[in-house]
């Protein structure tokens, strides 16, 4: 089941942002799918219900929570931290407040909207087996603090919320984003229960710089996964046995198969991504295909429910992603095209 809403689509254009992340992402992906099946085939109306502080609580420290909350100046200011629109000089980054048309923080708004759905689209995929959030995947998201476009960390929450509600006991993460998943790793270092997985550019954001600060301690961003599965530039054709082979190792360290996964669905290590912290990471879409159906393949074998959300993905070309992998779960689940 995909769970999609216009009000998903984060336009941040109309906030003076100008990162290249197509406005229309996920709304093409779902027009595509509507053009091939019947809307009530695969689709569920998400129920745009807002996290409230206690599921904010779950993966983030109370201070950010009550600034998330607050909606004031504060609030603003987790925006501008979290998609970097001030640089180290203190100037504008990627970022004209002249061509704003919506204060900041109602971005915060729509954001929110996305972690309700990743919450109703685990106990959906919990329930079906298989859903796919049209949003959300905000990996980069810290314990305390926003990082990366991402404000809050909406897989751990999804997650927490979860257990809290006692339909899961233990669960996966398995981030494909081009990018590492620091925030995950990070908030979830110390909690047994929800194992992780990140296969990420061995040498891209957020892994540059100094692994250690001036007091000897790691940057939460080095903190490991699990599983950490570097690919470096040029290693491409390695990609998907490593993927495989990171697949079996998560398995073999887990005592028991968990109740629920978690797949980032990044499309940005797509060749046609536009965003240059992608650079080094280059896959086909029949490679990104090929990964796409090594996952679904996998965790249904071993009868485990999945949760899809939808992560990175820049430019104009990447909603092909998400489209072609879910025109293949339609087409297995459905049968016969429109
Ligand atoms: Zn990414």
């Given at each position: ?11 941040l ?17 779902f ?78 708004t ?44 909406d ?116 060749e ?12 086909t ?6 990964r ?10 071993l ?32 049968g016969?095209?429109?």
């Open positions: 089941m995909i769970l999609y809403h216009e009000l998903f689509d984060l336009k254009d109309e906030y003076g942002i100008e990162i290249p992340m197509q406005d229309d992402r996920a709304s093409k992906s027009d595509f799918l509507r053009g091939r099946y019947h809307e009530s085939q695969f689709a569920t109306p998400p129920s745009l219900a807002m996290p409230t502080r206690e599921d904010l609580l779950l993966a983030h420290g109370p201070q950010f929570v009550e600034k998330i909350l607050a909606k004031g100046e504060d609030l603003n200011q987790l925006i501008i931290e979290g998609f970097e629109l001030v640089d180290s000089s203190g100037q504008y980054n990627r970022y004209n407040p002249a061509r704003a048309q919506h204060p900041l923080m109602n971005l915060a729509t954001l929110l909207l996305h972690t309700g759905a990743c919450i109703q689209g685990a106990s959906v995929a919990l329930e079906h087996g298989f859903a796919y959030v049209l949003g959300g995947g905000g990996h980069h998201a810290m314990s305390s603090a926003p990082r990366g476009f991402c404000l809050v960390n897989i751990v929450i999804a997650i927490r919320k979860m257990q809290q509600l006692k339909k899961v006991k233990t669960a996966w993460v398995v981030d494909v984003d081009a990018h590492k998943g620091d925030g995950t790793a990070q908030i979830l270092k110390d909690d047994p229960s929800i194992l992780t997985l990140s296969i990420h550019m061995a040498n891209g954001w957020p892994l540059i710089g100094d692994e250690v600060d001036v007091n000897g301690n790691l940057h939460p961003w080095f903190i490991p996964s699990n599983i950490d599965i570097p690919i470096a530039a040029g290693e491409e054709h390695h990609y998907l046995s490593k993927l495989e082979d990171g697949l079996q190792r998560l398995k073999k360290i887990s005592n028991l198969l968990p109740d629920l996964v978690v797949i980032v669905h990044g499309s940005d290590p797509y046609h991504d536009a965003l240059k912290s992608t650079e080094p990471l280059k896959l879409i029949e490679q990104m295909k090929e796409d159906m090594l996952l679904y393949n996998f965790f249904e074998h009868r485990l429910p999945q949760l899809y959300l939808m992560a990175g993905g820049y430019g104009a070309d990447v909603w092909r992603i998400h489209a072609q992998f879910l025109d293949e779960i339609c087409y297995k689940k459905i016969a095209r429109k």
